[in-house]
């Protein structure tokens, strides 16, 4: 207790710090010639605004709010059908896999030609919260006591009284912390959404409609306001957490799909799960375009996607532009995650060699997990021009704290005795960590990685809608400004694939490198 006060009252040291260093750099306008405002003048702005913020505000905490309640029902749901049946589990393994992968702002637009009124943002809001759930439930319910387990057999209890009387309680702490991730993903889902589509009301709209003024100070307080609703929906379930369970320092969630134990079936049974694994997707896909009844000539299948890009008249021209695009996006892509879980891992493990530092650093890495990127990177505009040190910064800042937050929670988990028995050989504290703690934190480095690839790619397209001109970001733009319906579909289907393979990518490394290491894998 006495620890964690003081950690608490070091980390409130810091923030005052930090905020008097800010607002001596605002008055004297030391950045970007006054581009950072002092939070005194923002504090003032936002006194002037007062009025305009009720019914922006309004507009997000609703749709937010019901995209975190369907998207919440929809993934305890399916991961109780998932805990229950591994079958379903790999039949939907390509969907879940697409629906974590997904840059949102690669399909705000699509949502915004398809769906009308606040669907949009409700439907943006529940897949950001779908999966988090999903996994955290899932996870939480293969893990039940199997000593509590035998206890409800002996008794003649069924499949549905284990599930009740113990899964489902046993698997509270993990739902919560999902719950507790997926509050801020609700939000920033839902101001995507405004962003992207438009509309009069909602912190994305009022952030649009503020581009374009020279008034750095009201583009800050929205997203101060948006960063303090985000962060208040994380607090709000953190303390239901610790009142419920006890007390947890864990503020982010391991990117894997739970693994399948299922025992392998025949040839023919596996290739029938695999096609509708693949299939699946493409079918929900097509099926959503047919539910919605939007004209051909807006709503692209798979089937038009493809003619757009292989087999219509303009389709050499059409791939011509996306390949272009894909050329500027994807090395500042890999460069920003690269970099952005290099810093991760440098400090996370020297956190384990300064144990103070993580302390101090936390507050600075809540604040980040929870601003959304969309409320973050006008800001940066402000302070760094729009040239391509805007991107990379901003793909470093995405990745970087999600993955320090998950290895250093990794770090922190490995076994005090297995790190004393080098220690007992006279080994140094460098020596240590090369033997034993680094290699027993691979498996939160793949964690870590997985959970930054959609993040970077959406940062990149954030950046480069906002502010660079380029890439598959300006591109998705510049189709909505044409009219390009088919061009639209692209990136979007492009982005998606994108990120799904390069989540692949990583899980294949991930599986050959720990099986070499004797490591379980979590996917």
Same mark, same amino acid.
């Given at each position: ?31 970007? #010639? ?42 305890? /749901? ?41 669907? +949009? ?34 008794? /003649? ?65 929205? /997203? ?130 300064? +144990? ?30 729009? #040239? ?136």
């Amino acid at each position: 207790m006495a620890d964690d006060r003081a950690a608490s009252g070091h980390a409130l040291r810091n923030v005052l710090i930090l905020l008097a260093i800010w607002e001596i750099v605002g008055r004297f306008g030391l950045v970007a #010639g006054g581009a950072l405002p002092a939070p005194s003048a923002i504090a003032a702005r936002l006194w002037i605004d007062r009025g305009d913020y009720p019914p922006h505000v309004a507009a997000t905490l609703i749709a937010s709010g019901l995209g975190f309640v369907i998207g919440n029902l929809a993934g305890i /749901g399916a991961g109780i059908a998932f805990a229950l049946s591994s079958t379903l589990l790999r039949i939907f393994r390509g969907v879940n896999i697409v629906i974590f992968a997904l840059p949102p702002i690669a399909i705000a637009p699509i949502l915004a030609l398809t769906l009308s009124g606040m669907a +949009p943002r409700i439907t943006l809001a529940a897949l950001g919260v779908y999966f988090v759930t999903m996994t955290a439930t899932v996870i939480g319910l293969s893990q039940t006591d199997s000593r509590a387990a035998d206890l409800i057999r002996a008794y /003649g209890g069924g499949r549905y009284d284990l599930l009740r009387l113990v899964q489902v309680r046993a698997a509270l702490p993990a739902i919560l912390s999902g719950l507790r991730i997926a509050a801020p993903n609700a939000v920033l889902g839902a101001i995507l959404a405004e962003f992207g589509g438009g509309g009069r009301w909602g912190l994305g709209a009022y952030l649009l409609g503020s581009l374009g003024r020279a008034e750095p100070e009201r583009l800050w307080g929205i /997203g101060l306001i948006a960063t303090a609703i985000a962060g208040l929906s994380y607090a709000v379930f953190a303390l239901l957490s610790t009142r419920l369970v006890g007390a947890t320092r864990a503020v982010t969630l391991n990117a894997a799909l739970p693994e399948d134990k299922a025992a392998p079936g025949s040839l023919r049974h596996r290739l029938t799960i695999a096609a509708l694994t693949i299939a699946l997707p493409f079918l929900l896909w097509w099926g959503f375009i047919k539910l919605t009844g939007v004209p051909e000539m807006i709503a692209k299948t798979p089937f038009a996607v493809v003619d757009y890009l292989v087999l219509s008249p303009g389709a050499e021209s059409a791939r011509a532009k996306l390949g272009a695009a894909l050329m500027q996006t994807l090395p500042i892509t890999f460069v920003g995650m690269a970099a952005g879980l290099g810093f991760a891992f440098l400090l996370a493990i020297s956190s384990k060699l300064f +144990p103070r530092a993580i302390a101090a650093f936390m507050p600075v890495a809540l604040v980040t997990q929870t601003m959304p990127l969309v409320a973050l990177t006008p800001l940066l505009v402000l302070v760094l021009g729009r #040239g391509v040190g805007l991107t990379l910064w901003v793909t470093i800042s995405v990745t970087f704290f999600p993955a320090f937050v998950t290895l250093a929670q990794g770090i922190a988990l490995v076994p005090r005795s297995a790190e004393e028995v080098p220690r007992a050989y006279g080994a140094s504290r460098w020596s240590e960590m090369k033997l034993v703690t680094i290699p027993a934190s691979l498996p939160y480095l793949f964690a870590a990685t997985r959970l930054t690839v959609p993040r970077a790619i959406l940062g990149v397209m954030i950046a480069e809608w906002l502010a660079t001109g380029t890439g598959l970001g300006n591109l998705l733009n510049q189709s909505r400004g044409y009219l390009d319906y088919g061009m639209i579909w692209s990136v979007a289907a492009v982005s998606v694939l994108l990120a799904v393979v390069f989540y692949l990518i990583v899980v294949g490394v991930e599986r050959r490198v720990l099986k070499r290491l004797g490591m379980a894998t979590a996917e």
